[in-house]
């Protein structure tokens, strides 16, 4: 079992950076696919993007490709979500999520989420 929380959410003004950390606990955080996931208000759950076990796979929407990037570090039990060139439409709840195979956590049915940190984009 893995349990998740995110850190660093915050108030940004468009076209700054933030980054996101998702800490895991448990000894087999190794062994599992992360991602991250967001939702505006009004709107349904999104996925943003996604890391294998590994780190050596990635995936992100189209929607933030070449402005986020997702990394992962085994030995801290985190993950990364590093939020450059932001706009006001990436203003959400972002979540992380965690599931042994990383195209489960592509779908949104990943069997850990954490609570959500919200992001705010100011224009």
């Known amino acids: 079992q893995v349990h998740v929380l995110e850190l660093g959410g915050g108030l940004v003004q468009a076209g700054d950076s933030l980054r996101l950390s998702c800490a895991a606990s448990?000894?087999?955080?190794?062994?599992?696919?992360m991602g991250w996931f967001r939702q505006a208000p009004g709107k349904g759950r999104e996925f943003v993007a996604a890391?294998?076990?590994?780190?050596?796979?990635?995936s992100q929407s189209d929607s933030v490709k070449g402005r986020f990037t997702i990394s992962r570090d085994n030995g801290w039990n985190t993950v990364y979500l590093q939020m450059n060139s932001m706009k006001p439409e990436d203003t959400a709840v972002y979540y992380c999520a965690a599931d042994l195979s990383t195209d489960t956590v592509i779908s949104g049915r990943s069997a850990y989420w954490g609570q959500g940190t919200q992001v705010t984009v100011s224009s």
């Open positions: 448990g000894r087999t955080f190794g062994r599992y696919a």
């Open positions: 890391i294998n076990w590994s780190g050596e796979r990635t």
